[in-house]
């Protein structure tokens, strides 16, 4: 047993006891072993981590035991641990360990602690052996797991149908990718005789040119691997077309949207091209592909939360978004920059989503923005590191242009400049545009939240959330539900919101910090040149020309992003701040594109349209007039009407039956043993 | 004899019990065929631990022989994939009875007899070395089984044994004349010695057709599957479990044991019959899946389903494939027997299958709701499961052989994963507002007692399957080295890559 097989079972081994032992040892107990056993994992991370950023260290991999053997199928349960882990692992295990420990606070009126934290430690067990994972069929394994846990994370609040139906919805939709995922996993194996990853990227490079067989054509071999397996991705991911169920994943607590729908999970996807990457470089096409989805979504998720209501729902966005960064930096090359932006990106969204959820708190259940407003003074802890979080999402930083040698900002502004930066240099002006036009809507749309929610005046007196609060203080226990959208009050109501617990507040300010530093922290070891290669060792293919190359991009292309961010901050602060008419004026003026933006393009409708009905329509059709109208029909039903002709009654006909069948099978014997006898 | 004749006694055991079963009361009945399927399940045991696994082991260990008359003996022997099913058998019998424990109550003892002679019909099936001793087996089997819906079964349940009757009978008759074709042609009724003949590849067609109408109504494939969903609904509770559990894998053990080492030939020539209804079964009964309302047909049709993956597994001729198609076999007998077993527990309540009567059930019956959850997670083949080494294996096996069917019947996992999920929603999520619903009460030692055992076995061979795939390697290099010269070229046939061609900073991952 060595570090990483406890840091990688005790969160099992915690989400088993606190599963089993559920309400019946309270739950202070399960809470306990979950959030020590995940601090005592986080410890571990870090220590790992620590020590590829010193020396660095040859990758490790410790055995489990055989997990299927079939000829020349070969499964091994094993840990694998290099530099792209360790990043994993830190953020992982920092962010699970963190969430737990909110959650404690978030959680305290649930009456089924036990199952939350057994469902968490399940979810960070199973994400510790995707990124661990040394081969395809395990990492496939952490991919079901994770999203087995997301699925009863969604739904953990079941008497909702709204949650239910999210739960659902994430399930299959993933599943969607999970084909593709699979073929793909069926197809290496195929082409290289074993699902082994450092085999397979020791012989990738030497694929080129090749051509397979896939659906009756022939393709580039390559091409179509990488392409399948990245189906997988984008489910994950939620990337556009596959990205329909991250919105309605809100329906969760909103710790799981932190750890899950926001710094881990969704990162899968990420983290799989990354470690693949060996294989994806001999592919053009599948990179092209990679770039074109990435920005794609990049722009279309950002779009759409510029418009959303609920506080949540902005925030997925603008995850869904910046997972479409990621991929971008990926599909252009720029691994380093993919995986940096991963890293700052957990700290600061998870932050957000745990900020967000301070204020929920504090608000009485409300997610509603319209229904916010003025919070600043109240919640001054949940204000001041939500605002770092802001800071670090939007890119805040001075670069190092005109004589300042050293760029120095948030989190956010290292990754995401070095991400758009590395477009430029790698020859994408499109994908380098998309990142620049993004930079500004994101910066707009995260101003504007923070704007709404704890700038102006109250709003919350219309808020029916508030007023149950109210009334349930007023009068005990009240079912008003008359609740009136007609009458746009405003004023607090005589509503007092409440800072957060500490257990919510020391996550939050940890967060803080590595919202902050983290990007000026590490950036050298991501994304530098030399020290990047020292570090990364190969674990992803580090293109150190690429990262020279964008250190050398023009100097507009380096104030392109903090000049994006700054255009989004005006923009937020005259709409929300100098001129809060103009919103709503703009929506009615230009209300075919707001309307196409509030519903998120039409996608679910789509969807449901082109996917769902038919489904359920088709299934009625193929059972009633397939199998009852057709088969049955003609086949047993008929036979009987045609026997039944001829006989009393059905009956006794059918009470027969048994002694016919017995009947048969004799003289069948009868003639075999006679045939046997004579002959 | 040189040795403990084990097959022979695990085929005694339940006989003696089900005659003694015959003469006493209900409560007496009840607890002589637990003991009865108790024992053989130790002895099921003692033969899996006594089973060798080394490199020099015989192919068929245990072997019974005993001439009859003519050139019909009473031969009984088992190769690993025998072994696996028998095991499947004695596993579900005694969880079977404990199930029927209170939910049966009329004629208690003829309902333990039967079970306990479906017991030994079944494992007589899976050790009969004798091809007449197996189609008796093989054919007998279905007549408890009939018994069991047609007197113990629901409301229609003479309708429902009916169609099962009359599907399966059509079948066999045909099956027999092949059989007996083939017993004169080769000169011997030795299914070991059949399956190294060779038979002419033109009467192969004819022949493999002949038992492909047989095995394939046991399957069930499309579209001779529609008395599953019926034979299901109509069947008590440890009816569906056995139904589910082992008399479907009766087909598929019967392509394996029959259809491909005999016939390897005919096989590969039907290879796009096989995929093409293995295809349309995935899609078609799991969308009529989808939109069932009884939760008895809902899991029918999706064992149709199921069913289609071992049928595309074993046909790929490949060990995966192979291998694949035996380990959704297990998996499946085991999930698809708790899934009814999960049924039963509320249908003992409340006597309906209407899956809109529920709803909540995870506020007042958590520990049924784990359970159940873990069964639908296994059903969907979450990795860790049962179901997910054998599917995996077997798409894996499949997709050499055909792309285009590979990618059809993966569509299973979207699709699985959608009716499932809709059921398991329907009956356990949700608010808990009717009132009888309210009054369930969650499981009973007894219920976990049934459930419990299944869903360790289900972790276990999700994540150690090697236990049970070590058992059956040999034996299938032997079949996929019988098979090869006929083996089906793939749609893939990938071309060598040209070094040359890779991109110029691609190197710098690796070299460094």
Redesign the interface.
Known sequence: MSAIHYLVFLPLLAAAVAGLANKGAGSTLPKLVTTGALFASAALSWMIFLHYLGEGTEPSIAPVFTWIASGNLQVEWALRVDALTAVMLVVITSVSSLVHLYSWGYMEEDPDQPRFFAYLSLFTFAMLMLVTANNLVQMFFGWEGVGLASYLLIGFWFKKPSANAAAIKAFVVNRVGDLGFMLGIFGTFLVFGTVDIPTILHEAPSMGGSTIGFLGQRWDTMTILCLLLFLGAMGKSAQLGLHTWLPDAMEGPTPVSALIHAATMVTAGVFMVCRLSPMFETSHVAMGVVTFVGAATCLFAATVGTTQTDIKRVIAYSTCSQLGYMFFAAGVGAYGAAMFHLFTHAFFKALLFLGAGSVIHAMHHEQDMRYYGGLRKEIPVTFWTMMAGTLAITGVGIPAVLGNPLAIGFAGFHSKDAIIESAWAAGFPSAFWIGVIVALITSFYSWRLIFLTFYGKPRWAASEHIQHALHDHAHGADDHHGHDHHAPATGTGGYHPHESPWTMLVPLVLLTVGAVASGFVFHGFFIEPEAGEHFWRGSVAFNEHLMHAMHEVPLWVKLSATFAMLGGLAIGWLAYIRFPAFPAAFASAFRPLYLFLLNKWYFDEIYHFLFVKPAFAIGRLLWKAGDEGTIDRFGPNGFARLVALGSAGAVRLQSGYLYAYAFVMLIGLTAAITWFMVG | MEHFPILSIMLAVPAVAAILCLYTNAATARWIALIATLVDFALGCWLWASFDLGPHAAQWQFVEFQPV????AYALGIDGFALMLIMLSVFLMPICILASWEAIEKRVPEYMAAFLVTEVLMIGTFAAQDL?LFY?FF??G??PM??II?IWGGANR??A???F???T?LG??VM?IAM?YM??VAGTSDIPKLMAYDFDPHVQTWLWLAFFASFAVKMPMW??H??L?DAHVQAPTAGSVILAGVLLKLGGYGFLRFSLPMFPEASAQLVWLIFGLSAVAVI?TS??????SDMKKLIAYSSVAHMAIVTGGLFAF???GI??GMMVMLGHGLVSGALFLCVGVIYDRLHTREIDRYG?L??NM?RYA?LFMLFT?ASVG???TSN??GE??G??GM??VS??M??LC??G???G??YM??LY?RV????LTKDDVKAMPDLSLREILTLAPIAAVVLWMG????SF?KPM?AD?ERL?ARIERASPK??????????????A????????
């Open positions: 008359f003519g050139r019909f007449l008796v054919e007998a279905l007549i009939y018994l047609g003479i309708y044994s009916y169609k009757f009359l599907y009978l066999s008759v027999l007996l017993i004169g579209p001779v529609t008395w969903p078609y969308l009529v899946a989808l939109v069932q490949n060990q995966q291998e694949g909540g995870a506020i958590p784990a997670m979450l990795p860790g997910f080494v995996f294996l798409l894996a997709y050499k792309t285009t590979t990618l993966t569509t996992i979207i699709l994963a959608a999920l809709y929603r356990v999520f949700g608010d994540v150690y399957p090697e795939l390697r299938t996929v793939g749609d893939s046939l990938p071309t060598a890559g040209h070094p040359a061609a890779k991109p900073h691609e190197a710098h991952g690796e070299a460094h």
